[in-house]
């Protein structure tokens, strides 16, 4: 089974991005879009306190009257995170996504964050997890690819 850790060993940039709790929605947007991230974790003191997502914004902000140069990113963010180790199975984070309504789980590791995996990125990883068994699959069926 694949763990987290094939998703930051992967990845070309693990880079983490933040923004401080008193900066505003509109600069969390643009470290979100100079990133092309959809998340960015938010930080009192040098300690993370929550995440802020794209979908934060489409549901709290504007809509609702918040404009995002006059919003704190405190007042949009998610508090309750779950987070995953590098260990953990990719099938788990997707249970955790589904049951807990999220779609970033920062990766933890010796108490720092690592990175993140989005739900776009577990679904990639999924699929080429399951193009592997297909292929493994095949070539015991038909008694291929041994030895090669």
């Not at 600069?27 to 979100?32: I, R, S, W, Y």
């Not at 092309?36 to 003191?45: F, K, P, Q």
């Not at 709290?60 to 995002?68: P, S, T, V, Y």
């Not at 679904?123 to 592997?132: M, S």
Request: proline share 2%.
């Amino acid at each position: 089974m694949t763990t987290v850790r094939k998703i930051i060993d992967e990845k070309a940039r693990t880079e983490v991005f933040t923004v401080p709790a008193n900066e505003t929605v509109l600069a969390a947007l643009q470290v979100m879009e100079k990133g092309n991230v959809g998340a960015v974790l938010v930080t009192e003191n040098e300690k993370i306190i929550g995440i802020f997502t794209e979908r934060d914004y489409a549901r709290q902000g504007e809509i609702k009257g918040r404009l995002a140069k006059d919003t704190l990113v405190s007042e949009l963010m998610s508090k309750q995170m779950v987070m995953v180790k590098p260990e953990t199975l990719l099938t788990e984070c997707a249970e955790l996504m589904y049951k807990y309504h999220v779609r970033h789980l920062p990766i933890v590791e010796n108490d720092h964050v690592v990175g993140i995996v989005s739900i776009r990125r577990l679904a990639e990883a999924l699929i080429e997890q399951e193009k592997g068994a297909v292929i493994k699959l095949e070539h015991y069926i038909l008694g291929t690819g041994y030895g090669e």
